[in-house]
């Protein structure tokens, strides 16, 4: 019984050295195949490209455009007089605020206020028409407005700027007398700049809107004159 | 008098930075392809020509006005370049000098536009304004705010929505709106004064731009209001309005 039990353990070993020889074989054959054809192909490779010494690690530059700034955008003040329409001529100031769409033509809104003084009736008669609130003439606009004319004016020998008329006209509402009237504004002015963001205006301007205060249904027109300065950017 | 150093340090860092500050700007550089580029002494068409850069001539583009270029030569001469003329020059790598023209191509796609309105809200006079965001060609966000000035009531208005436009590169390109907003409302006063009052609306709309030129275009617009007043039916107000806006 031991005897047998011996012949089948040295049976079993042989047997088993014999696979792992075999798979040795194979897999030696397997690797001298695979090297051979490494090597021609690093001859191939060799015969087709020079060995590098050096490998370059370049990465793309990304390059930059500078913005180039813009400047459409004009934002100013003003001051100056208005006549209210039987209501004499008073101080006025204001904002605006314009686009310039092209060089001939640009956008403009205006915000300004002034303070009415009396009547001649209420002078005679020393009574009043309106509450002191009520004598705030405030007024908004939107206009187009047009260049025309561009030019140059010369301080001098060397200094020139540019200056251009331009003519506006636009709806809005102004409230006065303790109501809101919608308003047409047109009008003109002269425009100077000493530098490329800097400019300064003289303006005439008529607001236009319906007013019965005194009676009487009619158009009115209050003219104002100002003079300002604005900044672009 | 203690914080008298301070200041006059703060001044100093100010007066040492503000060179940097300023001399860190870069401006563009482009290069003249065309046989040379004409420099104006002013931003328009009537300024003369006072000088020229050769072809491969390079210059520092300044600022932008509308149509005209600042630009400034190798040799330190600025002027004034117009937008025709720009478009012959190029950039550092050989690519195309681009940038935004007000044109047709622009009408149909564009990242801003702005307008102003005059009609009729509700039997009021409307006086108008918006602005619009583009997402795409064909769909923008818009916000206008309008006054309108009646015999009855006086008020103003804020919208806030979508404008959807069918066919962008018409030249009549109808469009269609949606959106939400609120009126306040000031009754005039007769025997007894009525209270003012604040109210939302929803919207539905829709209109036609038309492209006149450059920059410009019409726009005419409708849209159905409805108030939800406080009372048992709620209000419908119709506005139509005309004006005209630009894109930018």
Same mark, same amino acid.
């Given at each position: 019984?031991?005897?047998?039990?011996?012949?089948?353990?040295?049976?079993?070993?042989?047997?088993?050295?014999?696979?792992?020889?075999?798979?040795?074989?194979?897999?030696?054959?397997?690797?001298?195949?695979?090297?051979?054809?490494?090597?021609?192909?690093?001859?191939?490779?060799?015969?087709?490209?020079?060995?590098?010494?050096?490998?370059?690690?370049?990465?793309?530059?990304?390059?930059?455009?500078?913005?180039?700034?813009?400047?459409?955008?004009?934002?100013?003040?003003?001051?100056?007089?208005?006549?209210?329409?039987?209501?004499?001529?008073?101080?006025?100031?204001?904002?605006?605020?314009?686009?310039?769409?092209?060089?001939?033509?640009?956008?403009?809104?205006?915000?300004?206020?002034?303070?009415?003084?009396?009547?001649?009736?209420?002078?005679?008669?020393?009574?009043?028409?309106?509450?002191?609130?009520?004598?705030?003439?405030?007024?908004?606009?939107?206009?187009?407005?047009?260049?025309?004319?561009?030019?140059?004016?010369?301080?001098?020998?060397?200094?020139?700027?540019?200056?251009?008329?331009?003519?506006?006209?636009?709806?809005?509402?102004?409230?006065?007398?303790?109501?809101?009237?919608?308003?047409?504004?047109?009008?003109?002015?002269?425009?100077?700049?000493?530098?490329?963001?800097?400019?300064?205006?003289?303006?005439?301007?008529?607001?236009?809107?319906?007013?019965?205060?005194?009676?009487?249904?009619?158009?009115?027109?209050?003219?104002?004159?100002?003079?300002?300065?604005?900044?672009?950017? | 008098?203690?914080?008298?150093?301070?200041?006059?340090?703060?001044?100093?860092?100010?007066?040492?930075?503000?060179?940097?500050?300023?001399?860190?700007?870069?401006?563009?550089?482009?290069?003249?392809?065309?046989?040379?580029?004409?420099?104006?002494?002013?931003?328009?068409?009537?300024?003369?020509?006072?000088?020229?850069?050769?072809?491969?001539?390079?210059?520092?583009?300044?600022?932008?006005?509308?149509?005209?270029?600042?630009?400034?030569?190798?040799?330190?001469?600025?002027?004034?370049?117009?937008?025709?003329?720009?478009?012959?020059?190029?950039?550092?790598?050989?690519?195309?000098?681009?940038?935004?023209?007000?044109?047709?191509?622009?009408?149909?796609?564009?990242?801003?536009?702005?307008?102003?309105?005059?009609?009729?809200?509700?039997?009021?006079?409307? %006086?108008?304004?918006?602005?619009?965001?583009?997402?795409?060609?064909?769909?923008?966000?818009?916000?206008?705010?309008?006054?309108?000035?009646?015999?009855?009531?006086?008020?103003?208005?804020?919208?806030?929505?979508?404008?959807?436009?069918?066919?962008?590169?018409?030249?009549?390109?109808?469009?269609?709106?949606?959106?939400?907003? %609120?009126?306040?409302?000031?009754?005039?006063?007769?025997?007894?004064?009525?209270?003012?009052?604040?109210?939302?609306?929803?919207?539905?709309?829709?209109?036609?731009?038309?492209?006149?030129?450059?920059?410009?275009?019409?726009?005419?617009?409708?849209?159905?209001?409805?108030?939800?007043?406080?009372?048992?039916?709620?209000?419908?107000?119709?506005?139509?309005?005309?004006?005209?806006?630009?894109?930018?």
């Amino acid at each position: 019984m031991e005897t047998g039990i011996r012949v089948l353990l040295l049976s079993a070993a042989l047997a088993l050295g014999g696979c792992a020889s075999i798979h040795h074989l194979f897999h030696r054959h397997a690797d001298d195949a695979q090297a051979a054809n490494d090597s021609a192909a690093a001859d191939q490779d060799s015969d087709a490209h020079p060995p590098r010494v050096i490998d370059p690690q370049v990465e793309r530059r990304k390059i930059k455009v500078p913005q180039i700034r813009s400047h459409n955008v004009e934002v100013g003040v003003q001051y100056g007089a208005l006549s209210i329409e039987n209501f004499g001529t008073n101080p006025v100031y204001g904002f605006t605020a314009a686009y310039h769409i092209s060089e001939d033509f640009f956008f403009q809104g205006a915000f300004g206020r002034s303070q009415a003084g009396r009547t001649s009736f209420e002078t005679l008669s020393n009574i009043n028409l309106l509450t002191p609130s009520e004598r705030y003439f405030t007024y908004y606009d939107l206009s187009l407005g047009y260049n025309f004319l561009p030019g140059e004016v010369f301080l001098g020998r060397k200094v020139a700027m540019t200056s251009a008329f331009y003519v506006l006209g636009g709806i809005g509402s102004t409230d006065f007398a303790g109501d809101s009237k919608f308003t047409v504004n047109f009008g003109g002015g002269y425009r100077v700049l000493p530098t490329d963001w800097i400019a300064v205006h003289i303006g005439v301007e008529d607001h236009v809107f319906q007013s019965d205060l005194l009676g009487v249904d009619k158009l009115t027109n209050n003219l104002e004159a100002t003079i300002g300065a604005s900044v672009f950017f | 008098m203690q914080r008298l150093p301070s200041v006059r340090c703060l001044l100093l860092v100010l007066f040492l930075a503000a060179p940097g500050l300023c001399g860190a700007r870069e401006y563009l550089q482009v290069f003249v392809v065309a046989p040379y580029l004409e420099l104006h002494t002013g931003p328009g068409r009537g300024y003369p020509v006072f000088n020229v850069v050769d072809r491969d001539g390079s210059v520092d583009v300044l600022v932008r006005y509308t149509e005209w270029f600042k630009v400034r030569t190798d040799r330190g001469v600025v002027g004034w370049v117009s937008e025709g003329d720009m478009l012959h020059t190029v950039l550092a790598d050989g690519s195309a000098f681009t940038f935004n023209r007000g044109d047709r191509a622009g009408f149909t796609s564009h990242r801003f536009e702005m307008g102003m309105f005059t009609g009729v809200y509700g039997g009021a006079t409307l %006086i108008s304004a918006y602005g619009s965001l583009s997402f795409n060609s064909q769909l923008a966000a818009e916000v206008s705010v309008g006054q309108f000035l009646g015999n009855a009531s006086n008020g103003v208005t804020a919208d806030v929505g979508l404008a959807h436009v069918f066919m962008p590169e018409w030249r009549w390109s109808p469009f269609v709106t949606l959106g939400t907003g %609120i009126v306040h409302t000031e009754p005039k006063a007769t025997l007894v004064q009525p209270l003012n009052r604040t109210e939302q609306t929803a919207y539905v709309g829709g209109g036609v731009r038309y492209y006149l030129t450059r920059r410009f275009f019409l726009r005419a617009e409708y849209k159905s209001h409805v108030v939800f007043t406080k009372l048992n039916s709620n209000e419908v107000v119709d506005e139509w309005k005309l004006g005209f806006a630009f894109f930018f």
